[in-house]
C-alpha cells in the first residue's frame, strides 16, 4: 500500500508534472521562459493544480529563464569540470586539496538532486497569492569552490616560482 502511494504519488506525479510544464515551454518560452516565478501561476492557470514547485531545478531554470538561462548554466558546468580537473590533478599534499574534493563531492550530489527537487528557490503560496525567493546555496557553494581553487592556484604559482628561482641559482 505505502509502495503504491510512492509511486504513484511521487514518480508517476513528477513525470506528469514535467511534462506539462514542458508543455508550457513551447514556442516564445522556450527562449524567454515564463518569467522569474511565475511558474506557479501560468501553471496553475492552465491545468488548475496548486502544486507550488516543479521538482526539477533545471526544469525550472527553463521556465525562469528559457534556453538562455539554461545555456549560461551549461557553460558554468563545463568551468566548474575544468576547474574540477585541475584541482584534482594537484597534489595531495596540500590540506586545501581535501576541502575541494569535498565540495566537489557536494556540487555533484546536489546536481543529481536538483534532478528530482528544487534546491535553488522556495515558492510560499499564501490566501494572498505566492512570495518567491532565490536560496543562495547554490552560490555559496560557487563562493566556497572559487575560493579553495584561487588559493589552490596560489599555491601552485608560488611553487612555480620558487623552483624556477632554485633553477637559475644551480645553472649560476
Same mark, same amino acid.
Not at 26 to 55: D, M, R
Not at 60 to 73: T, V
Not at 81 to 89: D, E, F, G, P, Q
Given at each position: 500500500?505505502?509502495?503504491?502511494?510512492?509511486?504513484?504519488?511521487?514518480?508517476?506525479?513528477?513525470?506528469?508534472?514535467?511534462?506539462?510544464?514542458?508543455?508550457?515551454?513551447?514556442? @516564445?518560452?522556450?527562449?524567454?521562459?515564463?518569467?522569474?516565478?511565475?511558474?506557479? @501561476?501560468?501553471?496553475?492557470?492552465?491545468?488548475?493544480?496548486?502544486?507550488?514547485?516543479?521538482? #526539477?531545478?533545471?526544469?525550472? !531554470?527553463?521556465? #525562469?529563464?528559457?534556453?538562455?538561462?539554461?545555456?549560461?548554466?551549461? !557553460?558554468?558546468?563545463? /568551468?566548474?569540470?575544468?576547474?574540477?580537473?585541475?584541482?584534482? @590533478?594537484?597534489?595531495?599534499?596540500?590540506?586545501?586539496?581535501?576541502?575541494? /574534493?569535498? !565540495?566537489?563531492?557536494?556540487?555533484?550530489?546536489?546536481?543529481?538532486?536538483? /534532478?528530482? #527537487?528544487?534546491?535553488?528557490?522556495?515558492?510560499?503560496?499564501? #490566501?494572498?497569492?505566492?512570495?518567491?525567493?532565490?536560496?543562495?546555496?547554490?552560490?555559496?557553494?560557487?563562493?566556497?569552490?572559487?575560493?579553495?581553487?584561487?588559493?589552490?592556484?596560489? @599555491?601552485?604559482?608560488?611553487?612555480?616560482?620558487?623552483?624556477?628561482?632554485?633553477?637559475?641559482?644551480?645553472?649560476?
Amino acid at each position: 500500500m505505502a509502495e503504491n502511494y510512492f509511486f504513484r504519488s511521487l514518480i508517476i506525479g513528477r513525470t506528469e508534472l514535467w511534462q506539462n510544464t514542458f508543455t508550457l515551454l513551447q514556442g @516564445k518560452a522556450v527562449v524567454t521562459g515564463l518569467g522569474l516565478g511565475a511558474w506557479l @501561476k501560468v501553471y496553475s492557470n492552465h491545468y488548475g493544480s496548486t502544486v507550488p514547485i516543479v521538482h #526539477d531545478s533545471y526544469l525550472q !531554470l527553463c521556465c #525562469d529563464a528559457g534556453i538562455l538561462g539554461f545555456i549560461a548554466m551549461v !557553460l558554468a558546468t563545463i /568551468i566548474f569540470i575544468r576547474l574540477s580537473m585541475n584541482l584534482l @590533478k594537484s597534489s595531495r599534499l596540500n590540506s586545501v586539496n581535501w576541502v575541494a /574534493i569535498g !565540495l566537489i563531492g557536494s556540487i555533484i550530489s546536489g546536481a543529481v538532486f536538483a /534532478i528530482f #527537487d528544487v534546491t535553488t528557490t522556495i515558492t510560499y503560496v499564501t #490566501d494572498a497569492g505566492y512570495v518567491y525567493l532565490a536560496l543562495p546555496l547554490l552560490w555559496i557553494w560557487v563562493a566556497l569552490f572559487a575560493t579553495v581553487h584561487m588559493r589552490q592556484e596560489g @599555491k601552485v604559482r608560488n611553487n612555480t616560482r620558487s623552483n624556477s628561482q632554485v633553477i637559475e641559482f644551480n645553472q649560476r
